[in-house]
T-cell receptor, first 115, second 111 residues
Framework: DTGVSQDPRHKITKRGQNVTFRCDPI?????LYWYRQTLGQGPEFLTY????????KSRLLSDRFSAERPKGSFSTLEIQRTEQGDSAMYLC?????????????FGNGTRLTVT | SQKIEQNSEALNIQEGKTATLTCNYT??????LQWYRQDPGRGPVFLLLIRENEKEKRKERLKVTFDTTLKQSLFHITASQPADSATYLCALSNTGNQFYFGTGTSLTVIP
């Protein structure tokens, strides 16, 4: 178990640029989640994959956000035309679909700053 | 939509005492409730899970209760230590697939 890894750890970008983050889940985990967290708040659900299928998206996820998990392994989250309000920590988590209460294993996040 | 509230104020307690953190929810009927610990700059780490038909769960110095009538979970850390200082998050789910998190409570254990 090497844990969930996220890349990059930090990203600074100018408003209007596109950014892409990568998440590598724990290898045998078939569920993968993206959350966003701002200072002083809890993680906010963005989207969730079961294998390569994106099963749920938050209504808060604007059409500038897109996530993929092409082969059911790693995932990418892209934000197009970034805005200052997108500045946050983006967390990825994975879990094993062997029961309906599997704990989430989080990575240490990608901190995005939009200037 | 569901609303999940945790102690809004940071909690400071003396080493050795019991810390009690609260998670209240409305407009929701979770089947599962999890507690996580988060240190600065890190992702949350799972601590305990409790199901709706369980009243209490224990793990070493940790105890969680779940009262579906009061719509509340209490999280206790007994014999607290400075190393327990962190933010603690509750997370609720009614399907086991998607978890909604509270705002978190910052705990500081003073030596």
């Amino acid at each position: 178990d090497t844990g969930v890894s996220q890349d990059p750890r930090h990203k600074i970008t100018k408003r209007g640029q596109n950014v892409t983050f990568r998440c590598d889940p724990i290898s045998e985990h078939n569920r993968l989640y993206w959350y966003r967290q701002t200072l002083g708040q809890g993680p906010e659900f963005l989207t969730y994959f079961q294998n390569e299928a994106q099963l749920e998206k938050s209504r808060l996820l604007s059409d500038r956000f897109s996530a993929e998990r092409p082969k059911g392994s790693f995932s990418t989250l892209e934000i197009q035309r970034t805005e200052q309000g997108d500045s946050a920590m983006y967390l990825c988590a994975s879990s094993l679909d062997d029961r309906d209460n599997s704990p989430l294993h989080f990575g240490n996040g990608t901190r995005l700053t939009v200037t | 939509s569901q609303k999940i509230e945790q102690n809004s104020e940071a909690l400071n307690i003396q080493e050795g005492k019991t810390a009690t953190l609260t998670c209240n929810y409305t407009n929701y009927s979770p089947a599962y409730l999890q507690w996580y610990r988060q240190d600065p700059g890190r992702g949350p780490v799972f601590l305990l899970l409790i199901r709706e038909n369980e009243k209490e769960k224990r793990k070493e110095r940790l105890k969680v209760t779940f009262d579906t009538t009061l719509k509340q979970s209490l999280f206790h850390i007994t014999a607290s230590q400075p190393a327990d200082s962190a933010t603690y998050l509750c997370a609720l789910s009614n399907t086991g697939n998607q978890f909604y998190f509270g705002t978190g409570t910052s705990l500081t254990v003073i030596p």
